[in-house]
């Protein structure tokens, strides 16, 4: 009985664990002013990782009404992460997805969003991606917007942001990284992967 018991419990933990996702979006590639892919649908429990490929740019969280600015009561924001054409870094950006409310973001510097940079998670019918980055195009900004010099993610923001390097909010958590964040976020669910599957031993035993 014991056995059957955490054989049973295996199977839904790597369920659990190859059911989550890493996407990755490139931001500025080809010296572009482009988020590629420009949206993505994502499930609870994904990380979206943005790789800064060139130049400088941001990956700041806006408001469908308000494509250019970014959010009044906290939001998610990496900072500006300035790439040199030599640079053999890329800096990077994430965040885990804890709902899938649509979230809508832009690059806040000069001018970039007024070019078409934005970005969107989960767009739905009624509020699509082409419109969203119409707005954009627009709003004619040619300001870089207001926020946090470095990555930022408040502890209660709309929709989905946290700041992660501490503790995660019930909506979503951002790391940066020079290299990968993904790992700290797949090196958590390892451990509780392994924490489970020692208790199921502990039972066989």
Not at 13 to 20: K, Y
Not at 26 to 41: C, F, I, K, M, W
Not at 44 to 71: E, R, W, Y
Not at 192 to 205: H, P, Q, R, S
């Given at each position: ?9 295996l199977?839904v ?8 996702n890493?996407?990755?979006v ?16 994502a ?30 009561t ?34 806040r ?15 739905t ?6 419109a ?18 470095s ?6 923001a ?28 797949h090196?958590?669910?390892?451990g ?14």
């Open positions: 009985m014991r056995f059957s018991l955490a054989a049973a419990v199977p933990l790597a369920a659990s664990v190859s059911a989550q890493t996407i990755q490139h931001v500025g590639a080809n010296n572009g002013l482009t988020y590629e892919p420009s949206s993505v649908n499930s609870v429990g994904d990380t979206i990782q943005f790789l800064f490929m060139a130049k400088n740019h941001t990956v700041t969280q806006s408001a469908f009404a308000s494509p250019c600015a970014n959010l009044s906290g939001g998610i924001d990496s900072g500006f992460q300035a790439v040199s054409a030599n640079s053999t870094l890329t800096p990077s950006y994430s965040f885990v997805l804890n709902d899938t409310t649509p979230l809508w973001f832009y690059c510097q000069t001018g970039h969003c007024a070019k078409g940079m934005v970005f969107a998670v989960n767009p019918a009624a509020k699509t991606f082409t969203f980055q119409a707005a954009a195009n627009a709003s004619g900004s040619t300001t870089a917007s207001s926020a946090s010099a990555g930022t993610a408040p502890a209660s709309s929709g989905s942001a946290a700041r992660s390097a501490s503790a995660p909010s019930a909506s979503a958590s951002g790391t940066s990284s020079g290299t990968s964040s993904g790992a700290m976020t090196g958590v669910r390892a509780a992967v392994l924490a489970a599957l020692g208790f199921a031993a502990g039972m066989i035993l």
